[in-house]
Nanobody, 118 residues
Framework: QVQLVESGGGLVQAGGSLRLSCAAS????????FGWSRQAPGKQRDLVAR???????MYADSVKGRFTISRDNAKNTVYLQMNSLKPEDTAVYYC????????????WGQGTQVTVSS
């Protein structure tokens, strides 16, 4: 099994920054891709960023240019640096993991709340 544990959420003013971390443990050898999804109240969970084993990245249009996903393979940890935050970024953010960029949402963390005040 795979466990994903997020940290780093919190309350920030619009225009500010936060960095989320996700530590993976358990059966991690099959994990080649990681991602971050988010869910705002009353909305579906959207995948906003993902990163492959070679470092290739993909972003949703809503966060492109503001968010950066990265990974530390030695630590089995993935990060989401969020800059220029907007109130509409308020959501529960979930870490994802899978074997490829296109099934990155096989595993889910428990989520961490990010709130951006205006």
């Amino acid at each position: 099994q795979v466990q994903l544990v997020e940290s780093g959420g919190g309350l920030v003013q619009a225009g500010g920054s936060l960095r989320l971390s996700c530590a993976a443990s358990g059966s991690t050898l099959s994990l080649n891709a990681f991602g971050w999804s988010r869910q705002a109240p009353g909305k579906q969970r959207d995948l906003v960023a993902r990163i492959g084993s070679g470092g290739s990245t993909m972003y949703a249009d809503s966060v492109k240019g503001r968010f950066t996903i990265s990974r530390d393979n030695a630590k089995n940890t993935v990060y989401l640096q969020m800059n220029s935050l907007k109130p509409e970024d308020t959501a529960v953010y979930y870490c994802n993991a899978g074997s490829t960029l296109y099934n990155v949402r096989r595993y889910w963390g428990q989520g961490t709340q990010v709130t951006v005040s205006s």
